[in-house]
C-alpha cells in the first residue's frame, strides 16, 4: 500500500511540473530564431529576443524585440504568461491593448474555442491538436496545434506551440507565408 501511495505522490508531481510549465517561457535574454519563406522569391530569417519588462496598464509584461527582414524597422510584441495562457498585450502596429488577447491557454482541450481583436481584426481560434508532433530545423517538438481564421475571411492561420519553448511553426494562407524554428536560447 505504502509503495502505491508513494507511486501516486510521484505521478502527481510530474503532473503537476509537466502542466504548470509556461507556454512560451519569457526570461530576458530568452530568444528564437526562425526561417520564413512565401514563396522561392521570398524567404528569410527572423529572429526575437525578450529584451526587458515593461508595464502596461499597472501590468508587468515582457517586450520581445524581432530583427529581420520581415520586420523592415523597429518590431516588437508584449505578452506575459498568466496561469490559464500566454497572452498578448500589444506590439509596434496597434500598440499597447487595454484588454490583454489570450493567445494560447495552457490547459488547451482539442475542440476549444475563443477570440483575439488585439492585431487589427477578430480572429476565432480553435484548438485542433494538443500532441501533434511538427519537425523543424530546430527538432522534433510535440505541439498544441490551433487554426484561426479572420473575421470575414475563410483564409487559415496556423500555429504550433510547443509547451516550455514557445512557437515552433507558423502559416498564413492568405500570404502563403510559413515559418519555422530554427534554433532557441531559453532559460
Given amino acids: 500500500m505504502k509503495n502505491k501511495v508513494f507511486l501516486l505522490i510521484i505521478i502527481a508531481f510530474f503532473a503537476i511540473n509537466l502542466f504548470s510549465e509556461d507556454i512560451m517561457p519569457l526570461e530576458i535574454g530568452n530568444s528564437w530564431t526562425y526561417e520564413y519563406s ?5 524567404e528569410g530569417e527572423f529572429y526575437m529576443e525578450v529584451t526587458e519588462k515593461v508595464e502596461v496598464f499597472g ?7 524581432f530583427e529581420g527582414a520581415l520586420f523592415d524597422g523597429e518590431y516588437w510584441q508584449l505578452l506575459k504568461n498568466i496561469e490559464d ?6 506590439h509596434t502596429f ?27 481584426g477578430e480572429v476565432e481560434w480553435e484548438v485542433i491538436s494538443i500532441s501533434e508532433e511538427i ?31 514557445g512557437e515552433i511553426k507558423a502559416y498564413m494562407e492568405a500570404a502563403n507565408l510559413v515559418w519555422e524554428l530554427t534554433a532557441y536560447d531559453v532559460k
Fill in 38 to 42: 512565401a514563396g522561392p522569391s521570398f
Fill in 94 to 120: 496597434h500598440g499597447e491593448l487595454e484588454t490583454p488577447d489570450l493567445w494560447i491557454e495552457a490547459d488547451a482541450e482539442v475542440g476549444q474555442t475563443w477570440q483575439t481583436q488585439g492585431q487589427g
Fill in 135 to 165: 519537425t523543424v530545423p530546430a527538432g522534433t517538438f510535440e505541439c498544441i496545434y490551433v487554426q484561426g481564421k479572420t473575421d470575414g475571411s475563410s483564409s487559415v492561420v496556423e500555429h504550433w506551440w510547443a509547451v516550455g519553448v
Fill in 85 to 90: 495562457g500566454l497572452y498578448f498585450y500589444g
Fill in 59 to 65: 501590468e508587468e509584461v515582457y517586450k520581445l524585440d
